[in-house]
């Protein structure tokens, strides 16, 4: 079991292009959370996705920032536009279903720079 | 909503000595979950060890064990032994038991274990 794999692992971009970051969740896992870890801060809740729905998209920024998991293939999130304040290490964590117990299976983030 | 309070920035502990590090955390939940994380310089999240509120036995996973004071909204963890490998960020998070509910993260805490 390769665990949640997320890639690129660092992606650097520059002012006003897009970033799209991929996660493919545990196998067996049908749920996706997103997180944004700042420097020195700890990880902020993005989106919740399932399969083809999204759950909970409270914690993402209305503009720019987008998020998919579509029934075949990665979750998507994606970030129009970028800007300095962008950057930071996005988390993706998977479980195999809502109500779990046992905390989420993180990936090892990907680490966007804006240049 | 919930917010995780992790009031030490760093901390350092001798080789096979033991340590705590403090969390206090606020909830209008009657019932939720309670975690620590490990964040090691890989930057992956691994969790530590989970604590069910409902559950007055404090939680124990090896050397890592927590002290759950409910009235006081404390969550402290204990590592025992220390090794170098505990050398890592460490989160406190919650999240309620109820569906679609999200981690919330304090802001962590780095441990240093000195040879």
């Known amino acids: 079991n390769a665990g949640v794999m997320q890639n690129p692992r660092h992606l650097v971009r520059r002012r006003g292009q897009e970033a799209r970051l991929r996660c493919s969740p545990m196998k067996g896992h049908s749920h996706v959370y997103w997180y944004r870890q700042l420097p020195e801060e700890g990880l902020k809740f993005m989106v919740y996705l399932q399969k083809e729905n999204i759950i909970d998209e409270s914690g993402m920024p209305k503009e720019r920032f987008s998020a998919e998991f579509p029934k075949e293939g990665p979750s998507i999130l994606r970030i129009q536009q970028v800007v300095r304040g962008d950057s930071a290490a996005y988390f993706c964590?998977?479980?195999?279903?809502?109500?779990?117990?046992?905390?989420?299976?993180f990936g090892s983030g990907t680490r966007l720079t804006v240049v | 909503a919930q917010t995780v309070t992790q009031s030490q920035p760093e901390m350092s502990v001798q080789e096979a000595e033991t340590v705590t590090l403090s969390c206090t955390y606020d909830t209008s939940e009657n019932n939720y979950y309670l975690f620590w994380y490990k964040q090691p310089p890989s930057r992956q999240m691994i969790l530590v060890i989970r604590?069910?509120?409902?559950?007055?036995q404090n939680a124990t996973e090896n050397r890592f064990s927590v002290n759950f004071q409910k009235a006081a909204k404390s969550f402290s963890l204990k590592i025992s032994d220390s090794q170098l490998g505990d050398t890592a960020m460490y989160f406190c998070?919650?999240?309620?038991?109820?569906?679609?509910?999200?981690?919330?993260f304090g802001k962590g805490i780095t441990l240093s274990v000195r040879p």
């Open positions: 964590a998977s479980s195999p279903r809502d109500g779990l117990v046992y905390g989420y299976t």
């Open positions: 998070a919650t999240r309620p038991t109820g569906a679609n509910s999200k981690l919330t």
């Open positions: 604590q069910e509120a409902y559950k007055q």
